[in-house]
């Protein structure tokens, strides 16, 4: 048997291995890149554009700040907390310029879920958007932070929009609720600062943390994976090996004229390597989308640039759909949809190609590795309902509860080894011990497939399986199904206990159609599944509770069945 059947079925062109990579840092790739592409621009936000060398520049600035005046000494933790900005990126590229451990932190936590994250990382700075510093200020005596550095939307915009934009957000949309932060410094007094002193490159090395990025805390406690030097550039050059061969005729990708609109925010895995790190790599220009929520000034950014790809999760792509004027788009420049961080539904790949003309390519991966695991061919015609293949330098079993790798086809635990498999969890080796092994494998805790060509088809969650009756059912074949229905703009399905059968399948949807009952949504499931997995309820809300990038948390909605049980009673 063929240990690794996938590479046979790579598109020609992709190797099978990562050769040993060039650099010795993600600084002196950042330089590398520069020295090709100075004049390009590199990010751009709100209509102001940064080239590689004005990015290289203010990144540096910063960790001059960073490193000579707030003398942080290698390896100290730095906490970035605010959406898609110019600054953003200036923030990642400075800290690990100094030195320093990025630790990526979402602007929308509460103040326990803040406090917590400043904990356990021991960050004492923290780089942050001035709407959220209210909440950052109710937590920070209990916490190890001594450094705080503020920024406004508008901070790096061109002159005098800066101004408009700063003052629209503070005092006509009152974004910035009061707060009191004793020795803060405004982020362009950090530039300013910094710009006083000739930067000088540090020596690194490849195996030096980079990131310390948190998991989604959607199955338990919020772990923090190590992500090395290594890690993230690796996985970056597997991630652009593969987006560079195998497009269909006529989209070939070309360094240094790609686009890549990015609405998944750079504090998410996803986002910071397939989007920033790989489109770096070539030379593109990285697209921030703020605000991504606001799905019609979405469009309208969309209708401005000549967009090349386009990364998102299922609910993004499935609310563009759906959202007038997204129709009227040129998609003609469209050389890549990128479907991650959750399970793309038949339904609105379907809904996507028919609009677009673009295939939405399904990939896989995880906070753990980098995160790309599996990305389907980009020359396929339709999606298949995989995650696609393992990419270069890339092992995936599937395996028993026993640890016994199983025969093709058949259902298991998805394990995972590769150079961008994290270091480990962030002072947790108890945690550590429980999901990466002696050799090197990662036990991902989802439930998975593969092939005979090495295919990998996602079943599940394994922690989110639900028992009826003796029988495993997995909730995304069930949302799957109900997303199908016309009437159904989208759905999340749960177990909840049941005295009848131990567990029972509930669904939450919204809908399309306002007539859409429950009695048609079930009789529908009956035709399309058995009856063990038709669910047992349909309840019907306005929204979804999601993660930051879109994920439809599943604890969220047990806890609104909790509620909606307790007022019937």
Not at 77 to 105: D, E
Not at 160 to 173: A, F, G, H, M
Request: net charge neutral.
């Amino acid at each position: 048997m063929n240990e690794k059947p996938w590479i046979q079925h790579y598109p020609p062109g992709i190797p099978a291995e990562i050769q040993e990579l060039p650099w010795t840092s993600i600084p002196d790739f950042f330089a590398s890149v520069v020295a090709k592409f100075a004049d390009r621009p590199a990010v751009a936000n709100m209509g102001t554009q940064l080239t590689y060398t004005r990015l290289e520049q203010e990144s540096s600035c910063l960790a001059n700040y960073l490193r000579e005046d707030l003398q942080l000494a290698s390896g100290s933790r730095v906490a970035i907390m605010m959406p898609n900005l110019l600054q953003h990126a200036v923030a990642i590229l400075g800290i690990l310029k100094a030195g320093l451990i990025v630790v990526n932190i979402n602007p929308l936590y509460s103040a326990r879920e803040l406090s917590h994250q400043l904990n356990d990382s021991g960050s004492k700075t923290i780089i942050i958007l001035d709407s959220f510093c209210h909440v950052l200020a109710s937590v920070l005596p209990n916490t190890p932070v001594k450094n705080v550095v503020v920024t406004s939307v508008g901070d790096l915009l061109d002159f005098p929009k800066s101004l408009v934009v700063n003052l629209t957000v503070k005092y006509i949309r009152r974004m910035v609720p009061a707060f009191t932060i004793r020795q803060s410094v405004s982020f362009k007094t950090a530039l300013s600062r910094g710009r006083e002193v000739r930067y000088r490159p540090l020596p690194g090395t490849l195996n030096d943390t980079a990131v310390l990025q948190y998991t989604g805390g959607t199955t338990g406690v919020c772990k923090s994976a190590v992500l090395s030097h290594r890690n993230l550039l690796t996985n970056m050059m597997q991630a652009t090996e593969w987006i560079s061969h195998g497009t269909p005729p006529g989209k070939s990708i070309v360094p240094g004229q790609e686009i890549v609109v990015t609405a998944l925010p750079l504090y998410h895995i996803f986002s910071l390597t397939a989007s920033f790190l790989t489109f770096i790599n070539l030379g593109g220009l990285v697209y921030l989308i703020t605000n991504p929520r606001d799905l019609k000034g979405f469009i309208k950014e969309l209708d401005r640039v000549p967009f090349t790809c386009l990364p998102g999760v299922n609910t993004l792509f499935n609310h563009l759909i759906h959202t007038p004027g997204f129709t009227n788009l040129d998609f003609s420049t469209l050389k890549i949809s990128l479907g991650g961080g959750m399970a793309v539904q038949q339904s609105v790949a379907d809904q996507w190609k028919k609009l677009t003309g673009s295939t939405l390519i399904e990939a896989y991966g995880l906070t753990e590795t980098s995160p790309a695991v599996c990305i389907n061919p980009l020359n396929i015609d339709r999606h298949n309902g995989s995650v696609g293949l393992p990419i270069s330098s890339t092992e995936c079993t599937i395996r028993d509860d026993d640890g016994n790798t199983v025969t093709s086809d058949k259902v298991g635990e998805l394990w995972v080894r590769g150079p961008q498999v994290m270091q480990q969890y962030w002072n947790r080796p108890d945690e550590t011990k429980k999901v990466l092994t002696a050799d090197g494998w990662l036990k991902t805790g989802d439930i998975a497939r593969m092939d005979g060509k090495g295919y990998v088809y996602l079943v599940d969650r394994k922690k989110d399986m639900i028992i009826v009756s003796g029988f495993n059912v997995f909730p995304n074949e069930i949302e799957s199904v109900i997303s199908s229905y016309p009437g159904v703009m989208e759905c999340g399905v749960i177990g909840v206990d049941d005295e009848e059968c131990g567990e029972a399948v509930t669904a939450f949807v919204v809908k399309k159609d306002p007539a859409l009952e429950e009695h048609q949504l079930l009789a529908y499931c009956r035709q399309q599944l058995t009856a063990y997995k038709v669910p047992k309820s349909v309840n019907f809300v306005e929204d979804l509770p999601k993660s930051n990038v879109g994920k439809i948390l599943r604890r969220e909605l047990r806890t609104l069945h909790r509620g909606l049980s307790s007022q019937a009673r």
